[in-house]
């Protein structure tokens, strides 16, 4: 079963950088993943997609801040120079034929 | 720039359908598959199914057969019917575009759906 796994929580202060998990599950760990923004009381935003291999892309006008690299079946997301708007959840999201799956989200105080 | 709008009832009676409706602008909805998101208040992202201009649909098994998703090209609109709610169906919608049938890389801003007597 494709499942996405992320802690529940994170913090950095203010300027400087995190590091967000997310792990594919056993069996899954060539699969590529996008990652989301949602700031509070606001909708989701994709922030990028990102390989397998650590290559990404990102959406149209996502800072340099926001970087993603991979690692075996873990892909993480890099928040750098962190402001305070970059405190929000971030999901992770995968696919496979049929089916669209959610990670549960991090939620990332910025202290 | 592609936007997408969801409308429909904010308030559903137990038991009855929801249903909603997404526009899209800025883009062929003949182009793209389509997906509708719900966010039970609190909680995370579910997905609850797509379709493509075709007509092909798949959705969230956890939802059971209680999902009907259906696109109208003419009108650049996809639309979501959800039968015999309960209260646990009560959420954020949204509707999204899919990029090459994989990632969702644009969103809606969201409509909260009641579902209460």
């Not at chain 2, 049938?101 to 209460?116: C, E, H, K, N, R």
Request: contains cysteine; neutral net charge.
């Amino acid at each position: 079963q494709l499942v996405l796994t992320q802690s529940p929580s994170a913090s950095a202060s203010l300027g400087a950088s995190v590091k967000l998990t997310c792990t594919l599950s056993s069996g899954h760990s060539s699969y590529a993943i996008a990652w989301h923004q949602q700031q509070p009381e606001k909708g989701p935003r994709y922030l990028m997609k990102l390989n397998s291999d650590g290559s990404h892309s990102k959406g149209d006008g996502i800072p340099d801040r926001f970087s993603g690299s991979s690692s075996g079946a873990e892909r993480y997301l890099t928040i750098s120079s962190l402001q305070s708007e970059d405190e929000a959840d971030y999901y992770c999201q995968t696919w496979d034929t049929g089916i669209r799956v959610f990670g549960g989200g991090t939620k990332l105080t910025v202290l | 720039q592609v936007q997408l709008q969801e409308s429909g009832p904010g308030l559903v009676k137990p038991s009855e359908t929801l249903s909603l409706t997404c526009t899209v602008s800025g883009a062929s909805i003949s182009s793209y598959y389509w997906s509708w998101i719900r966010q039970p208040p609190g909680k995370g992202l579910e997905w609850i199914g797509y379709i493509y201009y075709s007509g092909s649909a798949n959705h969230n098994p956890s939802l059971k057969s209680r999902v009907t998703i259906s696109v109208d090209t003419s009108k650049n609109q996809f639309s979501l019917k959800l039968n015999s709610v309960t209260a646990a169906d009560t959420a954020v919608y949204y509707c999204a575009r899919e990029a090459a049938a994989q990632y969702f890389d644009f969103w809606g801003q969201g409509t909260l759906v009641t579902v209460s007597s």
